[in-house]
């Protein structure tokens, strides 16, 4: 390869971040505070379309925080204050493994898609983990494939922290369930600004 095609790969190679444009992000408004995400559509690809999909069609609106463990996660996304469960979509695949090769791990701040036992039964529901989860959650996990990141809180992690620290019941056959619900009031997706011309 000559010096100049080499040149040439490394300053294409150096712009593909820049060409990729700034990555989505989502506020979640709730009865306690808000708080924003930032997603990683090049780590987990279907993960972010498939949550970008329940924001933008107002899915989460009114759905609750229902699994707050304070040493572990707080869990949204699926039911309502009523403790009705809302009919989600289709699964989505399970990216834990790609996601992690990229650099997402189950740390204290980002965002992953909760799950059954099986590993592609991913739909609505997300959580947050509220301490380090890379033993855990990480691939390959107790069960061979782990849970997936796809984003993390770039701001209002204190909101996150006032969800952990509510105290908890036991509430229609659920255990870990908030005492006052923590509401999501709305989720929206924050289309990223056009870069200004200087004049």
Same mark, same amino acid.
């Given at each position: 390869?000559?010096?100049?095609?080499?040149?040439?790969?490394?300053?294409?190679?150096?712009?593909?971040?820049?060409?990729?444009?700034?990555?989505? *992000?989502?506020?979640?408004?709730?009865?306690?505070?808000?708080?924003?995400?930032?997603?990683?559509?090049?780590?987990?690809?279907?993960?972010?379309?498939?949550?970008?999909?329940?924001?933008?069609?107002? %899915?989460?609106?009114?759905?609750?925080?229902?699994?707050?463990?304070?040493? %572990?996660?707080?869990?949204?996304?699926? %039911?309502?204050?009523?403790?009705?469960?809302?009919?989600?979509?289709?699964?989505?695949?399970?990216?834990?493994?790609?996601?992690?090769?990229?650099?997402?791990?189950?740390?204290?701040?980002?965002?992953?898609?909760?799950?059954?036992?099986?590993?592609?039964?991913?739909?609505?529901? %997300?959580?947050?983990?509220?301490?380090?989860?890379?033993?855990?959650?990480?691939?390959?996990?107790?069960?061979?494939?782990?849970?997936?990141?796809?984003?993390?809180?770039?701001?209002?992690?204190?909101?996150?922290?006032?969800? *952990?620290?509510?105290?908890?019941?036991? *509430?229609?056959?659920?255990?870990?369930?908030?005492?006052?619900?923590?509401?999501?009031?709305?989720?929206?997706?924050?289309?990223?600004?056009?870069?200004?011309?200087?004049?």
């Amino acid at each position: 390869m000559s010096s100049i095609l080499r040149l040439a790969l490394t300053l294409l190679l150096a712009a593909l971040p820049a060409l990729a444009g700034p990555k989505p *992000r989502v506020v979640i408004k709730t009865t306690v505070g808000s708080f924003t995400l930032e997603l990683e559509p090049e780590a987990a690809p279907k993960t972010v379309e498939n949550f970008l999909g329940y924001v933008n069609k107002g %899915f989460y609106k009114g759905t609750i925080f229902h699994r707050v463990m304070k040493d %572990f996660m707080v869990q949204g996304g699926g %039911f309502t204050a009523d403790m009705h469960e809302k009919q989600a979509g289709a699964s989505v695949v399970n990216e834990a493994k790609q996601a992690l090769a990229k650099g997402l791990k189950n740390t204290r701040g980002t965002l992953a898609m909760a799950r059954t036992w099986i590993p592609d039964s991913a739909k609505g529901q %997300f959580f947050i983990n509220v301490v380090d989860n890379r033993a855990r959650l990480d691939p390959p996990a107790p069960d061979g494939y782990g849970y997936c990141v796809f984003g993390r809180v770039v701001a209002g992690m204190d909101v996150v922290d006032k969800i *952990r620290n509510g105290k908890t019941t036991t *509430r229609d056959g659920m255990r870990d369930v908030p005492v006052k619900p923590v509401v999501i009031v709305d989720a929206t997706e924050v289309k990223a600004k056009a870069p200004q011309k200087k004049k």
